[in-house]
Structures are given as C-alpha cells and as structure tokens.
C-alpha cells in the first residue's frame, strides 16, 4: 500500500462516518417530530384526566394539590440540578451528574404537562383547559404560586451555599497565607 492510498481509505472512512450520522441525526429528528405530535394530542387531555382524578371538583383540594405539585416538581429538579454541576468533576461524577439530570428531568414532568394544558394551542390543550376549569378548579393557579415559592426558596438555598462557600474560600486563603513576623519588643537597651 502507498500512502496515496492510506489517505484515500481515510477520507472515505471520514466521509462514510460523517454520512451515517446525518442519516442517524435525520432519523432522530423524523422520530422525535411523530412523536411530539402524537403525544401533543393525547397528553394534555390524559394529564388533566390523573388530575381531576385526584382534586374531585374541590377547590380546596385544587388549590392544596396545585401548591404541592407547583412546589414540589418545581424545588427538586432544581436542587437536582445544583446537585449535577456539584458532582460534574469529581470521580464518577459525570455519570452521577446525568443520573441526576434525567431524575431531574423525570421530577419535572409534572409541570411540563399542566404547562402543555396551560400554554396549548391544539384541541388536546382546549380540552385539557376545560376538564381543569370544571374538575380540577384552582390547581393550575395555585401550581403556579407553588412554583413561584420554589423558585424563591431555591434562590434563597443558592445565595446560603454561595455565602457558606465565600467563607470557606476565605478561611482557606487566611491559613495558606504565611503567618507575619512578629517583631520583639523594644525595650530601648541596644
């Protein structure tokens, strides 16, 4: 074999990889599409089905539900989050981090379906609108507010872990720092 032809099997090697992942990139993408449509239609509709299920036309019981799923499915992916990037360098900490990120992922389905029902445009969104209004009254509001409660409570989790680290970082530098000389009292004999 010369090198001309070393050159040109990799080339063609380079070219037929490149090739096969358009084809598997398209083929996610074509797969992906079917299924957002699929699951567009029949996910906001089933979601507001479980919850009308679960507040029984109360709106106490909407109001209480909405507050614990806002809070709930909106504070843990975020902590799941923080959690991610903590562990991201150490040993494993990449596989534990995508752990974390789909778990989080997962953790917020909850808020992503009542979302699809609220932010819809399709008739699935319509309906799903429609079963909330007349058996699941005041969940979607008091989920927002739950949400909004999560998003204060996790700022105020960031700013305590920043402030603790900021000490830490200073207590740290404060002992690396070589200790100062002392000087011995003058006592004004020479």
């Known amino acids: 074999m010369t090198t001309g032809e070393v050159q040109s099997s990799g080339q063609k090697s380079t070219a037929v990889l490149w090739r096969n992942r358009a084809i598997m990139a398209l083929a996610t993408l074509v797969v992906l599409v079917i299924a957002y449509f699929i699951l567009s239609s029949f996910i906001p509709r089933w979601w507001a089905q479980r919850l009308a299920n679960v507040v029984h036309g109360s709106f106490s019981s909407g109001i209480w539900w909405g507050l614990v799923y806002g809070f709930l499915f909106t504070l843990l992916p975020l902590l799941l989050l923080v959690f991610a990037v903590r562990v991201w360098k150490r040993k494993g900490g990449k596989f534990i981090a995508g752990a974390a990120v789909i778990v989080a992922l997962a953790c917020s389905l909850p808020n992503l379906m009542t979302l699809t029902i609220v932010l819809g445009g399709n008739n699935a969104a319509h309906a799903g609108q429609r079963i909330l209004d007349v058996d699941a009254p005041a969940f979607r509001g008091a989920c927002l ?46």
């Open 145 to 190: 507010v739950g949400a909004i409660i999560a998003a204060v409570v996790f700022a105020l989790v960031l700013a305590l872990m920043g402030k603790r680290g900021l000490t830490r970082h200073k207590a740290a530098k404060a002992a690396a720092r070589p200790p100062e000389p002392t000087m011995p009292p003058m006592t004004g004999d020479r």
